[in-house]
């Protein structure tokens, strides 16, 4: 290989080695639906993972004050504009000034965020969604705050400031018309199905739009927090009211659990007709939950597993509700 070469190919393989590294330094959004296709006034649901950085070990790298921006457009134009703000409160170090500071101690700065955003999809057609993540730049009296704060905290480290946006893929959601049941739901709720759920379990339990008026009933709580639940504990999660006399007490417990015994029987019906329905994880931890108040602790945890058996934010939540069960035993 003649030296000339010899340098076009060492340039070469520095530049790729440099993009690779700035590569792991900017920041990623993953956005999927939880369906690609639903009937109108059926909940777009979104879950999005924003990952800020891979650091090396001697980069520290500064987030301000980022924001999330959902944007959906369907077959008339764009929808309505979601925008939430992650990350990075008011730092204890400066109070003027938003910023994370994000080390290789923990390099991955995750945001699972579950959005659960009813737009107003009340047109056939196909709609577009894309997730994009910005962080606003920090002026230069906040850089060098930042630096000097860097050199104290992190002797030897580099700061690197992150504010470039990323983008999520462009997602696709087809909203088709009711058929059957669903149709009869839709018209007789004048067009707002999820506007009325009381009306839909009671008259078209059966119908798609019933196993969104379900989740309602659940218990909503977080799965771990039920894990060998005392009888206090328990009490505590039913908001049985403690300045009450026992009898009370136990009208108002016997009341409680004779609701999510209803709503399992509901859910557990429901399920059978809909194998497929789009929330089926989170029917299921309510499902769940409900069946640790119970106290039926089996029975809930087959439920957990059916969870930790996909992906996304759920699983990691039953991930860690069978972690806890293990470490208990």
């Given at each position: 290989m003649t030296r000339k070469r010899f340098i076009v190919l060492a340039l070469l393989l520095t530049l790729l080695s440099l993009n690779g590294i700035r590569a792991k330094s900017e920041p990623a959004v993953r956005a999927t639906l939880s369906n690609s296709s639903g009937i109108l006034n059926e909940p777009l649901i979104l879950d999005i993972r924003l990952k800020v950085a891979d650091l090396s070990s001697n980069a520290v790298v500064i987030a301000s004050k980022s924001f999330l921006v959902v944007k959906v457009s369907g077959p008339h134009g764009p929808c309505k504009k979601l925008l939430v703000e992650v990350g990075s409160p008011k730092s204890p170090w400066s109070p003027w000034l938003d910023a994370v500071f994000l080390t290789s101690d923990h390099p991955e700065w995750e945001n699972p965020i579950r959005?659960?955003?009813?737009?107003?999809?009340?047109?056939?057609?196909?709609?577009?969604?894309?997730?994009?993540?910005?962080?606003?730049?920090?002026?230069?009296?906040?850089?060098?705050?930042?630096?000097?704060?860097?050199?104290?905290?992190?002797?030897?480290?580099?700061?690197?400031?992150?504010?470039?946006?990323?983008?999520?893929?462009?997602?696709?959601?087809?909203?088709?018309?009711?058929?059957g049941i669903d149709l009869q739901a839709y018209q007789a709720t004048n067009r707002c199905p999820m506007c009325k759920p009381s009306q839909l379990l009671k008259q078209y339990p059966t119908s798609t739009y019933a196993g969104y008026a379900l989740l309602g009933l659940g218990p909503g709580f977080t799965m771990w927090d039920l894990v060998n639940?005392?009888?206090?504990?328990?009490?505590?999660?039913?908001?049985?009211?403690?300045?009450?006399?026992?009898?009370?007490?136990?009208?108002?417990?016997?009341?409680?659990?004779?609701?999510?015994?209803?709503?399992?029987?509901?859910?557990?019906?429901?399920?059978?007709?809909?194998?497929?329905?789009?929330?089926?994880?989170?029917?299921?931890?309510?499902?769940?939950?409900?069946?640790?108040?119970?106290?039926?602790?089996?029975?809930?945890?087959?439920?957990?597993?059916?969870?930790?058996?996909?992906?996304?934010?759920?699983?990691?939540?039953a991930e860690k509700t069978l972690q806890k069960v293990e470490k208990a035993k």
């Open positions: 959005l659960t955003r009813r737009y107003d999809l009340m047109s056939v057609g196909t709609y577009h969604v894309q997730v994009s993540w910005m962080s606003q730049p920090l002026d230069d009296f906040g850089r060098r705050v930042v630096e000097r704060e860097v050199s104290r905290k992190f002797p030897g480290k580099t700061p690197t400031f992150l504010e470039k946006l990323a983008f999520s893929r462009t997602l696709k959601f087809v909203v088709k018309e009711p058929t639940l005392s009888a206090e504990n328990r009490d505590q999660h039913l908001a049985v009211p403690q300045g009450a006399s026992k009898e009370k007490q136990d009208e108002f417990r016997a009341k409680s659990l004779e609701a999510y015994q209803s709503f399992l029987d509901k859910a557990k019906q429901f399920l059978l007709l809909h194998p497929d329905f789009a929330q089926i994880d989170l029917l299921r931890k309510e499902m769940a939950n409900a069946l640790f108040l119970l106290g039926r602790q089996d029975e809930a945890l087959e439920q957990v597993k059916l969870i930790e058996a996909k992906d996304g934010s759920l699983a990691e939540e």
